[in-house]
């Protein structure tokens, strides 16, 4: 009798195992078709030629379906990128982890909070404010005063030759 | 409807039930009495339950990704194919999903056919039934303009024309249809809108059809009424839901089988052309399960008269239960009604195959005589049988032939003053 018992448990046990596995096989096919398909993929990454940038000038790219801020920066807001010791930042980043070459600050102009452009040389620190809920970024787009969580997000790029800058 | 009340266990079970008693239904689907000796064939209820989700699921998804305009159409249907993640695998199982609807709704149709399931009490069952069919056919068609290849094209140019058979109205219909003088963005927009409203007004119907059914219960093999809850039956859970479960994985083989392996093979290669107002293809036929009903149409000379022949044969199937004398159901009991159910299946058959070919020469004669029979078995052959045929004697109860006696003593009783005279 107990035998007969485990043999049906198993008997169970297994059916709804496979059972599980191909419900699974069905779901996933609905549930990824929403991701990012091949054709957005090949989208994935920008060449954008800078040779017309002048120093204090902002360039904005599409990228990814969001806006990249291409900034060529002076040697003042450099200097005062530079000049901002690390605790007094909400978010801590070195101005040279941010923009490898000094001059160029390439990042994703989105900010932060909840995801509004800001708007160029606005603000208390000279770099960015956020209209939608007032946050102030600095000349190195770090948040400086404001509900915003972290500093503007640097997105994965490369200079291809002097003039022109891949993003992606 | 089970007649006992339910109630339920727990307090708070209790509380929502007696506000809206949805476990009052769940007790009701579960207990529900079901003949004991349904066969397979009443297993495609479950399985058109399955395929209308199915395709309903599969065409959320698909409209996602598609695009309703007639320059975006083609190129957003190769975008599904090439690019959206599994893409592939949901088109193909919507568009033979299709086509494993109708076989489903075929066999559920021919099996209510064959046990007398139409007859009374369950006339509405098959009426709905039908509206239910002739809205499938109109989703049917209207998916298949969607992907704007050539055969859509070209299918939708040559079912619209039909209602410009009407007289008098029949062109300013057309073109109403249309929105427009031919066949174009606005038609495709409007066919794509419609194409998404009909799953959902077929499942309110598939609601309203089960509940109907609900009402007198299953007919069975041998098409007699039964008592409910007796020694006749069986509660739907868990006896017919295990069998309606194997049943609905064999025909997912089946479908799988096409899905994977020969996912074009229904479809035609024309319609991965795109369509192309100049030009029609040589050869136009409609999807097989649509081919008897156009092989009626085009055996017809006149254009009137062709489009009301193909009407008609669908619509005469509502007519059924009052066509149909025989106050006997099943046809294990009627001998020769048996034989032309036979060879009723055998006419649609060779009125699909007929559809696909050429309309001309033999295939044309054949088509017309095949046509004139089918009306002939449903007006004649059907409501004279009642009155002419000697069926064979009918059980009490279906456990009867086996152990004697009936749980209906209702019917015993009648049988037995029935030997008294």
């Keep these: 009798m107990e035998k007969r018992t485990k043999r049906r448990d198993f008997l169970f046990t297994a059916t709804y195992a496979v059972g599980a596995v191909g419900a699974g096989a069905v779901i996933w096919p609905m549930i990824d078709q929403m991701n990012p398909d091949a054709s957005v993929k090949a989208l994935a990454s920008t060449e954008v030629d800078v040779s017309a940038v002048n120093p204090g000038k902002t360039i904005t790219v599409l990228w990814r379906g969001k806006p990249v801020f291409i900034r060529r920066r002076t040697p003042e807001e450099i200097a ?69 969580p972290t500093n503007m997000e640097i997105p994965e790029y490369k200079f291809v030759d002097a003039n022109t800058i891949k993003i992606g | 409807m089970s007649e006992h009340e339910y109630t339920p266990k727990s307090k708070v079970g209790k509380w929502f039930n007696d506000r809206l008693p949805l476990l009052t239904l769940a007790n009701h689907l579960t207990d529900y009495p079901t003949p004991k000796n349904l066969n397979y064939w009443w297993t495609f209820g479950g399985i058109l339950t399955f395929c209308l989700i199915t395709q309903i699921v599969t065409g959320l998804v698909l409209a996602m990704h598609y ?44 099996r209510s056919l064959f046990y007398g399931s139409y007859k009374s009490p369950r006339e509405v069952i098959w009426i709905i039934g ?4 002739l809205l499938m056919m109109a989703a049917a068609f209207l998916g298949y303009v969607l992907p704007w290849g050539q055969m859509s094209f070209w299918g939708a140019t040559v079912i619209t024309n039909l209602f410009s058979a009407i007289p008098l109205v029949g062109e300013g219909i057309v073109t109403w249809l249309w929105g427009g003088y031919s066949v174009d963005n606005p038609t495709l927009t409007r066919f794509f809108t419609l194409h998404y409203l009909i799953p959902f007004l077929i499942l309110g119907l598939v609601v309203l059809h089960i509940w109907a059914l609900h009402v007198p219960g299953n007919n069975n093999p041998i098409g007699i009424d039964i008592k409910k809850p007796s020694k006749d039956t069986v509660p739907f859970h868990p006896y017919i839901v295990i069998k309606d479960g194997f049943a609905l994985l064999m025909f997912m083989i089946v479908f799988a089988f096409f899905v994977f392996y020969t996912p074009n093979i229904l479809g035609h290669a024309d319609n991965y052309i795109e369509a192309n107002p100049l030009v029609t293809p040589a050869h136009i036929v409609p999807e097989w399960y649509l081919l008897p009903f156009y092989a009626i149409l085009r055996s017809v000379p006149d254009k009137l008269l062709g489009v009301i022949a193909m009407l008609s044969a669908i619509l005469i199937l509502a007519a059924l239960p009052w066509l149909d004398t025989s106050k006997i159901r099943s046809a294990v009991f009627r001998p020769l009604y048996k034989q032309f159910y036979w060879i009723l299946v055998a006419d649609v058959l060779i009125l699909g195959y007929v559809g696909a ?20 078995h449903f007006l004649v052959v059907l409501p004279v049988l009642g009155f002419k045929e000697r069926t064979t004697p009918v059980p009490l109860s279906i456990t009867e032939p086996i152990l004697g006696g009936s749980p209906n003593l209702a019917a015993v009783k009648k049988k037995d003053s029935f030997k008294d005279q």
């Design chain 2, 357 to 376: 070919m050429p309309a001309e020469g033999l295939y044309l004669l054949i088509a017309r005589i095949a046509t004139a029979y089918y009306f002939l």
């Design chain 2, 130 to 133: 039908i509206i239910i069919y």
């Design chain 1, 80 to 148: 005062e990128a530079k000049s901002v010791k690390l605790e007094d930042l909400k978010h801590p980043e070195k101005d040279e982890d941010r923009a490898k070459n000094p001059e160029w600050l390439v990042m994703l102009g989105v900010c932060t909070h909840l995801g509004c452009v800001p708007l160029d040389q606005k603000g208390d620190y000279n770099g960015w404010f956020c209209p939608c809920h007032g946050s102030h970024y600095d000349t190195s787009g770090r948040i400086r005063k404001g509900p915003a």
């Design chain 2, 67 to 110: 695009i309703a305009h007639a320059d975006m159409a083609f190129q957003s249907v190769e975008h599904i194919m090439r690019d959206v993640n599994y893409g592939w695998l949901i088109r193909y199982i919507h568009a033979n999903g299709a086509s494993m609807f109708f076989l489903a709704v075929y066999i559920h149709i021919f």
